[in-house]
């Protein structure tokens, strides 16, 4: 019943709702969405991303990161995990299985292990199941900040850099120009404007979710000008879908393991297990139309991502709700001197 209960909150949420839109309207008219066409999304895309990573910065809490900066050991693992193991799983699973499966979801894949954790809805379960808050928000930010750098250097590992690859130094500039430079912009009018900002979160977490779902819009229209889907046909979805699955419930088994092989605190666990396991949809869109421009299989390499999305967001919510009814475990000595 729980389950079917966050199965329900999650098909009702309208940005899920619109992702599903935006991908049958890109079906409908995907001429008007292309690059080049009557949008002019290469354009607007852009100011709109600019525009939601001010809205980050604004609303980044610099003294709420000030309180976790101490536990080290768990900073560590959740980027390690973001950065490196993801990466690593994705290594072995294109070992096995990567002559029988589509490049480009295959890149779809290595590009969602790339990703940075998220942090509106790794900051949101982690304080509801009673977990670090602080540190969570520590993580998540950082983990953000350090995409900027370490997603495209990660991709072009894999795709190559130069002209048979990605433009690894351009790639650099223009994703400092779109979003770490409105990032650093957003803090440093925070004394000013925060507090405005903080009373009208909401309206800033839709414009973040709109320019994501123009992004899904512009990036599928593209794939059905190329005739991409009709070559690759219906089977990639169920592919994206098993895989997504398997990774995300392959990656709470490592992290819950690896927090308690760690003697982390319950409360530390939830930070660690919610904060590393999570893939950001809101910074990988932006960052993929940068990073693979007007690449015909956008759509595709997309797809993994906006799967992996709604799929951590139905687990992570029932996994929050069991942490947060648990009755509280005797914590270790050895757990006591580490959370010092």
């Known amino acids: 019943m729980q389950a079917l209960k966050h199965l329900k909150r999650v098909v009702t949420d309208w940005f899920l709702c619109g992702m599903f839109l935006a991908t049958f309207l890109a079906w409908l008219f995907p001429q008007f969405g292309r690059s080049g066409g009557a949008l002019h999304a290469e354009v607007v895309i852009n100011v709109g991303v600019f525009l939601v990573f001010f809205l980050h910065g604004i609303n980044l809490s610099s003294e709420q990161i000030r309180h976790g900066l101490n ?18 799983l994705w290594w072995l699973g294109n070992k096995v299985l990567g002559s029988q499966l ?10 969602l292990c790339a990703l ?65 430079l409105p990032l650093a912009l957003g803090q440093l009018l925070r004394p000013w404007f925060g507090r405005f900002f903080a009373r009208h979160k909401r309206y800033t977490n839709v414009m973040d979710k709109l ?62 297990v919610f904060c590393a396991s999570k893939k950001s949809l809101a910074a990988g869109a932006p960052m993929a139309a940068l990073i693979f421009g007007a690449h015909p299989g956008l759509g595709l390499i997309l797809l993994p ?13 029932i996994m929050a709700e069991h942490y947060a009814n648990r009755p509280a475990p005797q914590v270790s000595p050895v757990a006591q001197v580490n959370a010092r």
């Open 211 to 272: 320019v994501i779902l123009l992004l899904v819009y512009a990036a599928f229209c593209n794939s059905m000008v190329s005739g991409m889907w009709q070559q690759q046909g219906g089977s990639v979805i169920a592919f994206a879908l098993v895989g997504s699955a398997l990774l995300l419930g392959l990656i709470l088994l490592l992290t819950t393991r690896t927090a308690r092989a760690l003697n982390f605190s319950p409360a530390d666990e939830i930070a660690a």
């Open 116 to 180: 940075p954790s998220t942090i509106s809805s790794s900051v949101a379960l982690t304080g509801s199941a009673g977990g670090n808050v602080p540190a969570a928000i520590l993580n998540a930010s950082l983990s953000s900040v350090l995409g900027i750098f370490l997603t495209p250097w990660l991709v072009s590992l894999v795709v190559g850099s130069g002209s048979d690859g990605i433009d690894l130094g351009a790639t650099l500039l223009d994703l400092c120009a779109l979003l770490l």
């Open 71 to 88: 536990n080290w050991r768990l900073h560590l693992m959740v980027q390690g995990f973001t950065f490196l193991v993801f990466p690593l």
């Open 305 to 317: 991502i906006m799967i992996y999305h709604p799929l951590q967001l139905i687990v992570c919510s």
């Open 102 to 111: 589509p490049a480009l979801l295959m890149l779809g894949f290595f590009y």
